[in-house]
């Protein structure tokens, strides 16, 4: 199977219309926050209410979301039910990689990640970002190798965005 081509404006138009409530995390959020760092995938944390779930498993079928790295032939029901049942699932859709979370490492979920999101513009819309001090803090808990490196850059930038509204 050859993999899609990463398309996160129509994963986010995607999710947008069909309400779900979520928080960009990861890489991609760190991009659109100033890391220089490129990125293949969408990480998002969402809400875990039965509302939210059914809106989310809505939204993964429109994308024809399966499992990621499993045999093609693994049975996997995409349902409210099976994602209160799990908590991480890394996917692949039709717009490319996607992964998403209920409570990622580091973090306190979707409600304290909201809480401290910067709201960008996204392609015209408005679209939560997790707070760099939140990116910094999920990279250092997930400890992989590139996520240290990560911490490193979005330190980096974190700084200069400190001293670019420090008016001395």
């Not at 309400?19 to 220089?36: E, N």
């Amino acid at each position: 199977m050859t993999p899609a081509a990463f398309d996160p404006l129509r994963i986010l138009d995607t999710l947008r219309r069909h309400d779900v409530r979520f928080v960009l995390i990861g890489g991609f959020a760190g991009r659109l926050l100033g890391s220089p760092t490129v990125t293949n995938d969408l990480d998002l944390c969402y809400a875990r209410d039965d509302r939210n779930l059914e809106r989310l498993a809505a939204a993964l079928r429109e994308l024809v979301a399966r499992l990621r790295g499993v045999d093609e032939d693994v049975p996997f029901l995409l349902d409210a039910r099976t994602l209160a049942a799990g908590d991480a699932f890394t996917l692949v859709t039709d717009a490319g990689n996607l992964d998403v979370f209920g409570y990622p490492s580091g973090s306190g979920g979707y409600d304290a990640l909201r809480l401290t999101a910067e709201i960008l513009d996204i392609d015209g819309h408005p679209v939560p970002v997790a707070a760099i001090d939140d990116l910094i803090r999920m990279k250092l808990a997930a400890g992989r190798p590139k996520d240290r490196i990560e911490v490193e850059v979005l330190s980096a930038l974190q700084e200069e965005m400190e001293r670019g509204s420090d008016p001395a």
